[in-house]
T-cell receptor, first 111, second 118 residues
Framework: RKEVEQDPGPFNVPEGATVAFNCTYS??????FFWYRQDCRKEPKLLMS???SGNEDGRFTAQLNRASQYISLLIRDSKLSDSATYLCVVRLDTGGFKTIFGAGTRLFVKA | GAVVSQHPSWVICKSGTSVKIECRSL??????MFWYRQFPKQSLMLMAT?????????EQGVEKDKFLINHASLTLSTLTVTSAHPEDSSFYIC??????????????FGPGTRLTVL
């Protein structure tokens, strides 16, 4: 079983749609959680950290459920520029600083 | 935010040659640098973690004699792919963990190096 699992998609949505991505992680020692965005042939860029209380940044809302080891990302009012791969990332901070990436969910937003 | 550069951004080489990739933290000191590899449509896979002045720690399945890592200073780490073969063709990304900054727990990524071995 992969340490971080995501639906690979692709998700094809029209502009203005709301889309949700889910992610599960297997290591209960995971302490930090993030969503990254990766454009084609580019490095990943931090989109937002994820907290148990849930957090929002503009059109993006992230949620963490530690009991279920589940992370989500909601994108509202999708823009063409949101087209990218979204990576679910967990970090283990015990015994070292180790970051584990999911394989990503591909999003295509069309006009 | 902190900036990490990589050089070269892309390289094409013949099978059997060695390729060196540089990773630099431009405006901060990096106590730890990480090297990742990403194959098409796959996730970033950690290859090794290096701390300045000490030997790198390699992940299981990564050959330390093939992927030589040197972290000689707090702003520079290099990855040398020795005797490269076509199966080493991949996107290599470094990242750095800052020291002495409020963002100590952040990882800053370089733009990646695309290696193609013919």
């Amino acid at each position: 079983r992969k340490e971080v699992e995501q639906d690979p998609g692709p998700f094809n949505v029209p502009e203005g749609a709301t889309v949700a991505f889910n992610c599960t992680y297997s290591n209960s020692a995971s302490q930090s959680f993030f969503w990254y965005r990766q454009d084609c042939r580019k490095e990943p860029k931090l989109l937002m950290s994820v907290y148990s209380s849930g957090n929002e940044d503009g059109r993006f809302t992230a949620q963490l459920n530690r009991a279920s080891q589940y992370i989500s990302l909601l994108i509202r009012d999708s823009k063409l520029s949101d087209s990218a791969t979204y990576l679910c990332v967990v970090r283990l901070d015990t015994g070292g600083f180790k970051t584990i990436f999911g394989a990503g969910t591909r999003l295509f937003v069309k006009a | 935010g902190a900036v990490v550069s990589q050089h070269p951004s892309w390289v094409i080489c013949k099978s059997g040659t060695s390729v060196k990739i540089e990773c630099r933290s431009l405006d901060f000191q990096a106590t730890t640098m990480f090297w990742y590899r990403q194959f098409p449509k796959q996730s970033l896979m950690l290859m090794a973690t290096s701390n300045e002045g000490s030997k790198a720690t390699y992940e299981q399945g990564v050959e330390k004699d093939k992927f030589l890592i040197n972290h000689a200073s707090l702003t520079l780490s290099t990855l040398t792919v020795t005797s490269a073969h076509p199966e080493d063709s991949s996107f290599y990304i470094c990242s750095a963990r800052a020291s002495g900054l409020a963002s100590y727990n952040e990882q800053f990524f370089g733009p990646g190096t695309r290696l193609t071995v013919l």
